[in-house]
């Protein structure tokens, strides 16, 4: 479905992205996980078009989206959800809601699709016609993404979903995206919890200062761990977050 | 008490015509971080419209409509032609470029018209005025404050009700957010341009008839009271813009009325003063915003 070859990505002079490769499947849910830096959310947003890459190609359903612009990529069926979420606090939640649903406007099934969104994020439905500015951090999380389902992506990417919620909440998103890929959606993750992303997805690529140094299915990355741990910044904790595995 | 009410008739009527002006250069300015320095030659655009239509005898309404409608094209033009290509330069090319438009449509006008002034036909009932209770209420300012309240509540609807409306709402709050959803970024600035249009014309309509005539440079003071209107009221957002023009309105209605008359010929140095001493103490306007300090590529 989706196929990276050779993509660099710089800022001036800096190279964040380089020569990276990566392919997702139909169907298939894949992290990114690295350290801070690592390049996995420039990869997203380069997929998404919001920054241009210097070399490299994008193909999404058989078509390239180099030079595409973001509005152009999201109408192909991708969907991002930032790290930083992309509320829009003036308008209510409804309102956000409802342009999520942007590109699928005048068609007749939205009603029931909007039903299933509440329905699955019953806080969004209670705070329809409040601001979306003073929900909470989680709430603000499933807003982010109810809002991204209404799209119905055939590719929907996640950029530190678990970023910054409490505890419980972040049990509840991996649960979610554990939900969502069930349910055939054809999910990127990017995750600073490798522990858990591990144990959620079906492969998995890890970065290191914006080059690939290991991937596949959980268990080989586990297996590498040594490589995984040292890539990582040598953080102990890193390392051990993936050796423990399950357990923990 | 008459003098009271009638000043409040006076700075309403005024305050509303300056709100629509600040609020056509911040709806722009809210999603492209551009002052547009041609929005006051929109404003003449709709004079001129006014000027060339009124000929043949046609209804007062009919001119008005197509001076609207003559500003919000020429409005979008502006954006096609001249911005959209500067886009995704730098802020300071778009704003080179609000200057250049403004003296091409300035110097169209000198050109094709004339650099002196050309009187339009005001309709009479406008100067005509209605006693009420003791009160001389004016035509023109009763006219006023009704189209710029029905036009306010019209935009209201229009931003909170429909989805191109909610999405320039949310452009100002994260324009690439709002391009990551699916929502064209040329489709919106174009819409923006046409409401920033569309109320110029208004505006025109409304200042034109009251002037009598119209000029090359009819648009500067417009352009400078909604400047003044936008920083006073925060530029931050449409309510400031609103508070900030009605505030002005008041502040100049109440200074012509209660000045004495050998320093009313400085009133406009008052007002200025007033201005300041805002900006002193609130720098960042009298209403808090929300908009990003970020900008659409």
């Excluded at chain 2, 971080?33 to 000027?51: S, T």
């Excluded at chain 2, 209201?156 to 929502?183: H, K, N």
Aim: hydrophobic share 50%; with cysteine.
């Amino acid at each position: 479905m989706l196929a990276i070859n050779g993509l660099q990505v710089r800022y001036g002079a800096i190279v964040a992205v380089r020569d990276l490769s990566l392919s997702v499947a139909e169907g298939e849910l894949v992290a990114l996980v690295g350290a801070n830096g690592a390049g996995k959310s420039t990869t997203m947003a380069a997929i998404a078009g919001v920054v241009k890459p210097s070399t490299g190609t994008i193909t999404f359903l058989g078509q390239s989206l180099r030079g595409r612009s973001s509005e152009a990529i999201a109408g192909l069926g991708v969907a991002l959800i930032p790290e930083d979420r992309g509320i829009f606090p003036s308008l209510t939640v409804e309102q956000n809601l409802r342009l999520g649903a942007y590109l699928r406007r005048g068609q007749k099934d939205l009603g029931k699709d909007f039903a299933s969104v509440y329905r699955r994020f019953p806080i969004l439905a209670e705070r329809a016609k409040q601001g979306a500015g003073t929900l909470s951090g989680g709430e603000q999380q499933q807003l982010a993404i109810g809002r991204a389902l209404l799209s119905r992506p055939k590719l929907l990417m996640l950029d530190e979903p678990s970023l910054g919620l409490s505890p419980t909440m972040v049990d509840r998103m991996f649960e979610l995206i554990d939900e969502l890929h069930r349910d055939g959606t054809t999910i990127l993750l990017v995750e600073q919890n490798v522990r858990r992303t591990l144990e959620i997805v079906d492969r998995a690529y890890l970065l290191t200062n914006g080059r690939l140094t290991a991937s596949g299915t959980p268990e080989q990355l586990r297996r590498e761990v040594d490589i995984a741990g040292a890539y990582m910044g040598g953080r102990a904790a890193a390392a051990g977050d993936i050796s423990e595995g399950r357990t923990g | 008490m008459q003098t009271f009410l009638q000043f409040i008739l006076n700075a309403l009527s005024l305050g509303s015509i300056y709100a629509l002006m600040a609020l056509g250069l911040v709806i722009v300015f809210g999603i492209l971080r551009l002052v547009n320095f041609a929005y006051g030659e929109l404003i003449m655009v709709a004079g001129y419209a006014w000027f060339a239509l009124q000929g043949p005898g046609w209804p007062w309404v009919l001119l008005a409509v197509g001076a609207v409608i003559a500003a919000g094209v020429v409005s979008v033009l502006t954006e096609r032609v001249a911005f959209r290509p500067v886009r995704s330069d730098s802020l300071n090319a778009m704003l080179v470029t609000s200057f250049a438009v403004s003296t091409l449509l300035q110097n169209s006008a000198l050109l094709l018209v004339s650099p002196r002034a050309r009187a339009v036909e005001v309709p009479s009932v406008l100067n005509n005025s209605i006693e009420f209770g003791g009160l001389r209420l004016g035509v023109n300012d009763l006219v006023t404050i009704v189209v710029c309240g029905a036009v306010l509540l019209a935009l209201g609807a229009l931003l909170r009700r429909t989805t191109l409306g909610i999405a320039l709402r949310a452009a100002a709050d994260d324009f690439r957010m709002l391009r990551l959803l699916g929502v064209r970024a040329d489709k919106v600035i174009a819409t923006a341009f046409a409401i920033s249009g569309v109320l110029a014309g208004v505006v025109g309509v409304l200042w034109i008839t009251r002037i009598g005539a119209v000029t090359p440079t009819v648009g500067a003071a417009p352009l400078l009271i909604a400047l003044i209107a936008v920083v006073v009221g925060g530029m931050n957002g449409l309510a400031g813009s609103i508070v900030g023009g009605y505030l002005l309105g008041t502040l100049t209605v109440g200074l012509q009325l209660f000045l004495p008359q050998e320093v009313l010929a400085f009133r406009d140095a008052f007002i200025f003063a007033v201005v300041i001493i805002v900006l002193v103490l609130r720098p960042q306007g009298l209403v808090k915003g929300r908009y990003s300090a970020e900008r659409v590529a």
